[in-house]
């Protein structure tokens, strides 16, 4: 490829509007079709494996989506994790295998998300708490609430409740369309709604915002509240597909600080003010395409910590390296 | 700086002491407190031995958190010491593989990761311009992956004696207390020579400048990307001891060091640490670390179950820093 049409392609991305991160995910699809064929069962572009390799993002797909809420509005939730937890033990305590009580459950742990975001979001806003420290506190409280309640699985989700997890809709999975509307609805929010803009300038400079009269507080309780009833569709996904809830779901997926990551890989400035969803759906699915790759590459589980740490790292550099701003 | 120092002469003693007490970190009261609750439920806590057993606990953590300061002041997070912390057991107890007479290099060879691990972290932040939160997560994924590849996933082999002294060997007989804990001494020595490096030396103002407004220290002629490289190196070292005294004390354990890293971070928020740099102490950042643990055993002589310990640190740390917010807005 010549330098003037890579230059007119660059152009051309940054007409369109798509993310930059999307000619990463492009080069990782790429690399691991070729690193299949090579050295796997070039197997990588089956229908099977790539459907179940965006299901396995569904997960971490929803999350990232309020994450990127919250980082837009230049905060961070790093209790998603354990609200994950509770949402997925709850949801199937409160079932125990009646289909006639999901819509009770479904109720319940969309109560206890909103009621927790607003928690996160007041403690950031009105008592000016660091929100790294702020969320990480509010996750020990729920951390500790479930684990003094909870030791291990408690009831199950019925059959009904598990198409959320495994339906399909004609050849595509129910989640994969899940993750698909939720995406589309939190990009339609932040270029459409007057609240998107607003989330934009609050996390571009809270002081200006609030100088030219926006309530910047509710701006960032809501992109709160709106960040923890993702975790929580989040921890209904999970527990469809367990079928029944443990305490460790939410934390052993790391989904915190995976969620960050994906959100920040996706192109969204941990600074706030820049970024937004499309970005990190390209995001989450790298971290996808990742996985399938290892797993049919048969990479070691634990080697392929390693490689995902670097991966990180590498991608957020791609874009980092040149910016003239000084990140700490 | 002479004009600054005429001032300070003419004011009257009264008001310098009250000037003094108000730079007082309020974590001092809150660790007096806390061991005076401490005392009140079980008085053998308060005699020098119970003190010497607290700080011997707490030693990793006050460690960990002096060196976590360094690079909250200069504006980062460093969320990879857990990991360097679990890396340092697993690599020392698979190195010394049983021999006592290999205790010494490979105490060596940990260092060196661990420092290499941190100007890999510095270098990221410093020249690659990664966020530290993403580079020094990246880096708790890599090295948690590398250590349970190391092991196989289940830790092989025990540490030998010599290694475990460093965290549950007793200096004896001494007077007074009869016996010291090896731990205490490397906390002193360690917590020395941090408060010296970051309060008697230019390397403390720098950080604090890069952390402050980086881009005005840069103009200012500070090296800001070495100073930070040599945050993540202090960091990354305090992590290696940390992790040799907490493999003495509790063994081998291919997670000894897990949430090591949020712990540190609250505690040197507790000290009165400002996140995103510019503000923050050593000693009170380790008197954060040592509040945190007094915390912790506190809850557990109230006999509450552990789960909930975590909910009340929970609450603590947010009600601690919102009370810094506020006292700070109020004196604007």
Known sequence: ?328 | MAPLSTIQQEKSFGSRLQAALRSISPIYVVLILLLIAIGTQNPTFLEPSGILNLLRRAAPLMILTAGQLFVIVAGGFDLSVGSIMSLTVIGASLLINNDPSNTWWVIVVLFAIGIAAGVINGTLVSYFKVPSLIATLGMLLALRGAGLYWTGGAPRGYLTDNFRAFGRGWLEPVPWVERFPYAVIVLLVVSAILIYLFHYTNLGRQLLAVGDNARAAKLAGIQVEKMRIVAFVVSAITAVIAGILQGGFGGVNPDAGDGFELQAISAAVLGGAVLLGGRGSVPAAIAGALALEALFTLLNLLGLPKPLRDAVQGLIIIGAVAYAALSARRSR
């Open chain 1, 1 to 328: 490829m010549t330098a003037k049409s890579l230059t007119s392609m660059r152009s051309l991305m940054r007409d369109s509007k798509i993310p930059p991160v999307y000619a990463i995910l492009v080069v990782v699809f790429v690399a691991a079709i070729v690193l299949d064929a090579i050295f796997g069962r070039g197997q990588i572009t089956s229908s099977t494996i790539l459907t179940n390799m965006v299901v396995r993002s569904v997960a971490l797909g929803i999350v990232a989506m309020g994450q990127t809420f919250v980082m837009l509005a230049a905060s961070i939730d790093l209790s998603v994790a354990y609200l994950i937890s509770v949402t997925a033990v709850m949801a199937s305590y409160i079932m125990q295998g009646d289909p006639n009580r999901v819509p009770m459950a479904v109720a319940a742990v969309l109560g206890i998300g909103a009621f927790v975001g607003l928690i996160n979001g007041l403690i950031v806003s009105k008592l000016k708490v660091n929100p790294f420290i702020a969320t990480l506190g509010v996750g020990l409280v729920l951390k500790g609430i479930l684990n003094a309640s909870f030791e291990n699985f408690v009831g199950a989700v019925p059959r009904s409740f598990q198409t959320l997890g495994y339906g399909q809709i004609g050849p595509i999975p129910i989640s994969i369309l899940v993750l698909l509307s939720v995406t589309i609805v939190g990009a339609l929010v932040l270029s459409r709604t007057k609240f998107g803009a607003h989330l934009y300038a609050v996390g571009g400079n809270v002081e200006t915002s609030r100088l030219s009269g926006l309530r910047t507080d509710r701006v960032i309780i809501l992109a709160h509240v709106i960040c923890s009833l993702t975790a929580v569709l989040t921890g209904l996904f999970v527990v469809s597909r367990l079928r029944s809830g443990a305490p460790w779901v939410g934390t052993d997926g790391l989904y915190d600080l995976e969620s960050i990551a994906a959100v920040v890989v996706g192109g969204t400035a941990l600074s706030g003010g820049k970024g937004g969803v499309v970005g990190t759906l390209a995001g989450v699915l790298i971290f996808g395409i990742l996985d399938t790759m290892f797993n049919q590459l048969g990479v070691d589980t634990f080697l392929k910590q390693v490689l995902r740490g670097a991966i990180i790292i590498l991608a957020v550099a791609s874009y980092t390296i040149r910016s003239r701003e000084k990140a700490a």
